[in-house]
């Protein structure tokens, strides 16, 4: 099958992962770039932001070629977990 179009509201899975979107632009033809977010449900369904590159997905809604990476939190300070693991 080929690629299928990709919107805003479209919901398309990542291996057992749904994409929701949030910022999307891009073609069918040349892949879909922008941002969202994917739950995950074994992690007390946390919502992990991403940004996504030159994604494609099938008539099933399945991603099939392109790039999705977790975004940093920079908020988040790892430094109190490692003070707190070497006391």
Not at 13 to 20: D, E, S, V, Y
Not at 32 to 56: A, H, M
């Amino acid at each position: 099958t080929g690629s299928t179009e990709i919107t805003i509201n479209s919901k398309p899975q990542i291996g057992l992962f749904t994409l929701n979107i949030s910022n999307i632009n891009g073609s069918e033809s040349g892949g879909y770039s922008g941002e969202g977010w994917i739950n995950i449900p074994f992690l007390n369904n946390v919502d992990v932001l991403v940004t996504f590159s030159d994604i494609k997905a099938n008539s099933d809604s399945l991603i099939y070629t392109g790039i999705v990476v977790a975004d940093k939190d920079h908020d988040f300070n790892l430094s109190i977990l490692d003070n707190s693991i070497r006391k």
